[in-house]
């Protein structure tokens, strides 16, 4: 990335930066800009039962007509066949036509 003083974050991850700010000299150190390394989610909608991701998949694109060369995210699911975009927030081959 060609600007070290852009972040893109959670609206959580924001707030809690806001909470306990950090000059930029030090914000490796922010506890609310680490990305975790063990996801924990919810099963169902109020269920008690939850899941670790240990192991998230790397999903890596290419993208040609953007000013990089490729695009990437971690998620616990599996990773779409498009890079998710603003018209296409899911990744689905049927919204690219």
Known sequence: MQNKDVFV???????D???HPLPMTQIHKSEALR??????FSQSPGGSRS???????K??????????????????SPCPEYYPWLENPIGTPSLMD
Request: hydrophobic letters at 25%; a positive charge.
């Open 9 to 15: 974050v959670t609206i959580k991850q924001l707030i």
């Open 17 to 19: 930066w806001m909470k």
């Open 35 to 40: 990305c975790p390394t063990s996801v924990q």
């Open 51 to 57: 899941s670790s991701c240990t192991r998230p998949n």
């Open 59 to 76: 999903c890596m694109y290419r993208t040609p007509t953007l000013n990089s060369q490729e695009h990437q995210f971690l998620t616990c």
